[in-house]
């Protein structure tokens, strides 16, 4: 009863994970090509540096702490 349970285990598992992985692809597929920002290059590269240094900070406690 055990192996049957087991084999059942990972045939839904291998259905989920090749279901998941098919929606992953067809998402991926549908967003190619929809950059359209107005904001320039180094602009958003500079704001993403900013995000990221804000959020080091906020999780190590040396903003926002009180």
Known sequence: MR?????AFVAV???TLIWAMGT????AQ???GKDNTTMPVKFRRITYILLVLLMLGVASGLLGAA
């Open 3 to 7: 192996l049957i349970l087991v084999a």
């Open 24 to 27: 992953i692809q067809a998402v």
């Open 13 to 15: 598992m291998a259905i």
């Open 30 to 32: 549908s967003a190619v």
